[in-house]
């Protein structure tokens, strides 16, 4: 029997009227209409020549379309890599190069420059698919014979790569198995009562695990309708509030929507359920937001290599600042960084975990692979975390953004909470930059209100009976934002190659 993902998303399809995406532009999807415009495009793709165990790039511009492909991909047996649209040809050619691809699909302004590139790279199956249904691959949709067969596909054959941001060396292509895909997808329907009666707002881009898969995954293999919208717009989120019940996004949307002079238990009225995950949510967000709404935004953890690893109860205390408990058949630890060796309660260490979502590998990199598994088969996140009291984990930070001040260890999350707790702060990033006394510096930039008259003295003097003296900031910085990508995950390197030269001047 085959475990193909594809029949899963089938099996569990309510009926064919029921609309699974809502989009505007007359480009709507019932669930019936979804299958067989992938069935379609699986045509499309099989008669361009993929076949199982092929690789699909698509830089693509989100639109239905590209959930249409992702079950094509599914279907043909292939695994979909999808490319942020953002990247530039110098970028582009570094994923097609690594990767090989049967086919790569673009927006249809890049052909030209796409198809030259990839036939540098001996590449020559470039389409291209627009927003509005154009492009020579909508063309080939539009025109396709019979649906194929669904390609028999084994629990652990690869249904998707998707390639790490890596702001440190080259991006690694995290391969993702059907299987780690389907049972990720299912524990997150039981744990957050997705149900047919749902209905998703969904603005987050489908580049990205978070759009492509907890979002869309557990939408629709639980049956529910997705309101997809291009990108975030708090206009339209607000619009779709009353007739959606659930939003997933990143911890900016919540930053902006609660700013947002509509927002109110009567606009909130109609949801049931707020969740944020990418990065970590600022707890006065998560303060607000539960004055204005009512709701307790649920925040959960997780990173592409991983899909999902742990939430916040939806019964129960969903706790500011807390990624909450390991999902249902994924086993978690914090440990120590160099043994492995599991750390008591309250220690800060490495997080680890593993279970059937955790990833194959690094595409074409098995040293890397094998470096970033410990000898008893848990992967090693790179994130720092400690479990509290009650057995919540909390996110620390990266270990890369580690600090090592005069020998201690500083952990950036402590300091900006402290920071962001001081009246007129927006939010901060804590880095460390090189220093000849200490060898790094910790050093705070920080974001405050429009209003506020606070200098570098005044939050170091707020901090003084805090922290003690080796956490304190040496310098504190200001800037008007911090600098994000587009999943909201502010970018400390950029901030530390910003000011890179500050201790030595
Ligand atoms: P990505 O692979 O792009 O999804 O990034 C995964 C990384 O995002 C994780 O390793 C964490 O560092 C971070 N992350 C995701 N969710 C959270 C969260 N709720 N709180 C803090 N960090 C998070």
């Known amino acids: 029997m085959s475990d193909n993902l594809f029949d899963l998303f089938l099996d569990r399809a309510p009926r064919r009227e029921k609309l699974a995406l809502d989009a505007s532009g007359g480009l709507s999807l019932t669930y019936g209409e979804l299958f067989a415009r992938a069935g379609q495009a699986a045509r499309a793709l099989v008669d361009l020549g993929v076949e199982p165990g092929d690789r699909v790039a698509a830089q693509i511009d989100k639109s239905p379309d590209a959930i249409v492909l992702l079950l094509a991909c599914l279907k043909a047996g292939a695994a979909l890599l999808p490319l942020n649209a953002a990247y530039t040809l110098a970028e582009l050619e570094y994923f097609l190069g690594d990767s090989a691809p049967a086919v790569t699909l673009c927006r249809p302004a890049a ?30 949709i539009a025109s396709a ?29 995290a391969m993702l198995t059907h299987d780690n895909l389907g049972s990720n997808a299912l524990a997150l329907i039981d744990l957050w009562r997705f149900g047919a009666d749902d209905t998703l707002i969904h603005a987050l881009p489908v580049f990205h695990t978070h759009g492509l898969f907890v979002a869309s995954n557990v939408a629709l293999l639980a ?3 997705i309101i997809f919208q291009p990108r975030f717009d708090a206009e339209a989120i607000m619009a779709a509030l009353p007739r959606a019940s659930v939003l997933m996004g990143v911890p900016t949307f919540y930053t902006r929507l609660v700013e ?8 909130c009225a109609h949801m049931r359920l707020f969740v944020s ?6 707890a006065d967000t998560h303060a607000q937001w539960r004055e204005k709404t ?10 592409t290599e991983t899909n999902m690893i742990a939430s916040n109860p939806y019964e129960g205390e969903r706790r500011p600042g807390a990624v909450g408990f390991a999902l249902p058949g994924v086993s978690l630890r914090v440990a120590d960084a160099e043994s492995g060796a599991p750390l008591a309660k309250g220690e800060v260490g490495v997080v680890e975990v593993k279970g ?11 040293e890397k692979t094998a470096s970033e598994f410990r000898a008893d088969g848990f992967f090693i996140t790179g994130d720092l975390g400690r479990f509290d009291a009650d057995g919540y984990l909390h996110i620390v930070g990266r270990a890369k953004d580690l600090i090592i001040s005069g020998g201690f260890n500083v952990y950036p999350k402590e300091i900006e909470n402290e920071i962001d707790a001081i009246d007129g702060v927006v939010e901060s990033a804590v880095i460390g930059l090189p220093h000849r006394d200490f060898g790094e510096g910790v050093t705070a930039v920080v974001v405050t209100r429009a209003s506020a008259r606070l200098d570098e ?19 504190v910085l200001f800037a008007a934002d911090l600098p994000r990508n587009a999943m909201g995950k502010v970018q400390k390197a950029t901030l530390r190659a910003e000011h890179q030269a500050l201790y030595s001047a």
Request: some cysteine; overall charge positive.
């Open 277 to 282: 995950g990418s990065a970590p949510l600022l």
């Open 145 to 173: 014979g019979a649906t194929p067969e669904t390609a028999s596909r084994a629990a652990d054959d690869l249904a998707a790569i998707l390639y790490t941001s890596g702001t440190t060396g080259r991006s690694k292509g």
């Open 294 to 303: 009512g709701h307790a935004i649920l925040e959960r953890y997780g990173m």
């Open 457 to 475: 003295a005044t939050i170091l003097a707020a901090l003084e009976a805090r922290l003690a003296k080796y956490k304190q900031p040496k310098r």
């Open 356 to 366: 059937s979502n955790v990833f194959k590998g690094y595409w074409r990199m098995p």
């Open 111 to 140: 052909l030209a420059a796409t198809r030259e590139l990839a036939a540098k790279l001996g590449l020559h199956c470039v389409e291209s698919l627009g927003v509005a249904r154009d492009g020579t691959f909508a063309e080939l």
């Open 260 to 267: 947002h002079p509509d927002l109110t238990r009567a606009a």
């Open 223 to 225: 049956g529910a309708t």
